[in-house]
């Protein structure tokens, strides 16, 4: 079983930047998949950004590629999605995701607003 921890939503201005943690803690498999995801009131939760272990190949949505980045440490089993130029369409809680052999977990959520 798997346990996740996120950390490092807040509000932050038009243009800012935040850094989001996410530490998996629990029986880590050495092949998986950990990814940040977004929801809004009202809509579904979509894909932000991906990074699989151990080949580090990342996947992003559309909307976010060219500002956010996404990376991991093997050692601490702890992914971080790094957001530059946020923007108001941004706002939403962030969820941490990890996948493998079958099974899925999901981290509480952090809030990320952008506002001036």
Same mark, same amino acid.
């Given at each position: 079983?798997?346990?996740?921890?996120?950390?490092?939503?807040? =509000?932050?201005?038009?243009?800012?930047s =935040?850094?989001?943690?996410?530490? &998996?803690?629990?029986t880590?498999?050495? $092949?998986? $998949? /950990?990814?940040?995801?977004?929801?809004?009131?009202?809509?579904?939760?979509?894909? $932000?950004? %991906?990074?699989?272990?151990?080949?580090?190949?990342?996947?992003? &949505?559309?909307? $976010?590629?060219?500002?956010?980045?996404?990376?991991?440490?093997n &050692?601490? &089993?702890?992914?971080?999605?790094? /957001?530059?130029?946020?923007?108001?369409?941004?706002?939403? +809680?962030?969820?941490?995701?990890?996948?493998?052999?079958?099974?899925? %977990?999901?981290?509480?959520?952090?809030? +990320?607003? +952008?506002?001036?």
């Amino acid at each position: 079983q798997v346990q996740l921890v996120e950390s490092g939503g807040g =509000l932050v201005q038009p243009g800012g930047s =935040l850094r989001l943690s996410c530490a &998996a803690s629990g029986t880590i498999s050495a $092949v998986y $998949v /950990m990814g940040w995801y977004r929801q809004t009131p009202g809509n579904q939760r979509v894909l $932000v950004a %991906t990074i699989t272990k151990p080949l580090r190949t990342t996947n992003y &949505a559309d909307s $976010v590629k060219g500002r956010f980045t996404i990376s991991k440490d093997n &050692a601490k &089993a702890t992914v971080y999605l790094q /957001m530059n130029s946020l923007n108001p369409g941004d706002t939403a +809680v962030y969820y941490c995701n990890f996948r493998a052999n079958g099974f899925e %977990t999901w981290g509480q959520g952090t809030q +990320v607003t +952008v506002s001036s």
